[in-house]
């Protein structure tokens, strides 16, 4: 099965987190913040992935630590998960509609990293969850997981529908990558390796 754990512990957080690519539970976050906590369910929900988040950081301080390291240790146990990436789709697109929303994933699992991340959000704040942390987190994970991350609010008002339709389109474009094509052989590369 494709699956890792690791755990990551600095001065500001202390993470462990298990992910499993082929089973779809567990999935259970607890971070402190419950806005982020929300979005990184739907994100496995909507991933069709087991995801298993303990973290206890320094949100006295704000959560800006937390959110940057929960996106650190997802992606490198994402590319463990994934190893040598043979017989996957690689690429996965998903538009996702959250009421007058809507948001669009682009995912390449390159083994190159990069973001582009086009959405303006009108509200600073949900509950603990700075809304600017949302890039800061899809930073993190497309660094971490070396994967080409395309996202793109198209049109929308509000925030929470903003950041809940990226999340899910991220999760959704995640699963077509990373699942199995029968007519792939080897890796979905004229270079013989997406590492």
């Keep these: 099965m494709r699956k890792a754990e690791k755990t990551r512990e600095t001065a500001e957080t202390n993470i462990t987190l298990k992910i499993n ?5 567990p999935v259970s976050v607890e971070t402190g913040i419950g806005f982020f906590d929300h979005m990184l369910i739907l994100l496995a929900r909507h991933g069709r992935f087991s995801l298993v988040v303990a973290a206890d950081g320094d949100i006295d301080v704000d959560a800006h630590h937390t959110v940057e390291d929960v996106g650190i240790v997802l992606g490198e146990c994402l590319r463990e998960a994934l190893g040598e990436k043979a017989g996957i789709n690689r690429y996965g697109t998903s538009f996702v509609p959250m009421d ?4 669009m994933a682009v995912v390449d699992l390159s083994g190159r990293s990069y973001l582009v991340f086009d959405a303006t959000f009108t509200n600073p704040k949900l509950g603990l969850f700075d809304t600017e942390l949302a890039e800061e987190f899809f930073q993190a994970l497309a660094f971490n997981v070396k994967m ?12 929470h529908h903003q950041i ?3 999340f899910k389109a991220t999760g959704r474009a995640l699963r077509e990558a990373v699942s199995y094509n029968s007519e792939i052989k080897g890796v979905n590369s004229t270079k ?4």
Aim: hydrophobic share 35%; net charge negative; glycine share 10%.
């Design 192 to 195: 013989g390796s997406l590492l």
């Design 148 to 159: 080409n991350l395309h996202l793109k609010i198209l049109y929308g008002k509000n925030t």
């Design 100 to 103: 007058e929303s809507l948001g």
């Design 164 to 166: 809940e339709a990226l």
């Design 21 to 25: 690519l082929d089973q779809q539970e």
